[in-house]
C-alpha cells in the first residue's frame, strides 16, 4: 500500500512490509473533517492510500482560504508530529478516502532504522513552506486574474494525450484558492473560455493555449 508514497520511496520492499505493521488505515466519507484548525495535536502522521482531500484555513467568520489538496501518496500531519502544536490547517475529504495512520512514536523508530525517512519528512515540510510563501504572495502581489492563471498553470498535469489537465475544480473551490468572489472567479473563466484559451468538461479545467499575460 505504501510503495506509491514519495515519503518512503526510498525503503526496500522489506522495509515497507515491516512500516505497514504498524499502520492503521480507516475509510471515510466525502466531506468528513479528518484535522480541524488549531486542534491539539493526536500525534499522528497521515497518509492518503485512496480519494481526494482539501486542506484550508479559516477565520472566526467562517472565511476559508483553501491552501490545495492532497491525494493518493501525499501526506499530511508533518508539523505537529515535530513539535506537537495545535494543527496548522483543516483537512477535509472531497470524495470517499482511504487513509493510513502512523502514530509518532512507531513513526520514530522507524526512522532511527532507516534516516531517509526524516530526510524525505523534511523534503515535504520545506515543499509545503515554499507553496504557502508563493500562496501568500500571490494574494499580495497580483490581481484576481493574476492569482487564477497562477492556480491553473500550476495545477495542471500532462495527460497521455499530451493535454494539460487539472484535477477537479469548482468554481467555488477555485475563488477560494485566490481570495475572491465565486462570481468574479466565473466570469474570467468564462471570457478565457471564449477565448480558446481553456476548456472546462466535469470541473477539469484543459490549458488550450498560454493564458494571456492581463485579463
Known amino acids: 500500500m505504501l510503495e506509491n508514497v514519495a515519503l518512503f520511496e526510498s525503503l526496500s520492499p522489506q522495509d515497507l512490509a ?3 505493521v504498524g499502520m492503521h488505515s480507516q475509510s471515510f466519507t466525502k466531506g468528513s ?3 480541524s484548525q488549531s486542534d491539539v495535536s493526536n500525534n499522528l502522521l497521515y497518509v492518503v492510500l485512496s480519494g481526494r482531500l482539501k486542506v484550508f484555513v479559516s477565520n472566526e467568520d467562517g472565511r476559508e482560504i483553501l491552501l490545495g489538496f492532497l491525494q493518493e ?3 499530511f500531519g508533518e508539523l505537529s508530529l515535530f513539535d506537537e502544536q495545535p494543527r496548522s490547517a483543516t483537512v477535509m475529504t472531497v470524495e470517499d478516502c482511504k ?3 502512523f502514530p509518532r512514536a512507531y513513526l520514530f523508530q522507524c526512522i532511527q532504522r532507516n534516516p531517509n525517512i526524516a530526510i524525505e519528512l523534511l523534503k515535504t515540510v520545506i515543499k509545503r513552506m515554499r507553496n504557502t510563501t508563493e500562496q501568500v504572495s500571490s494574494l499580495a502581489l497580483l490581481d484576481v486574474y493574476g492569482r487564477i492563471a497562477k492556480v491553473l498553470t500550476n495545477s495542471v498535469k500532462i495527460q497521455a494525450d499530451g493535454k494539460e489537465v487539472t484535477d477537479p475544480l469548482t468554481h467555488q473551490e477555485l475563488s477560494t484558492m485566490v481570495g475572491a ?3 468574479m472567479v466565473t466570469r474570467i473563466l468564462n471570457d ?3 477565448g480558446d484559451y481553456i476548456a472546462i468538461e466535469n470541473h477539469r479545467i484543459e490549458l488550450k493555449k498560454r493564458l494571456p499575460v492581463r485579463w
Request: aromatic share 6%; proline share 0%.
Open 18 to 20: 515491516e512500516l505497514e
Open 99 to 101: 487513509i493510513g495512520f
Open 33 to 35: 473533517t479528518l484535522v
Open 181 to 183: 468572489s465565486r462570481e
Open 192 to 194: 478565457l473560455k471564449r
Open 73 to 75: 501518496g501525499d501526506t
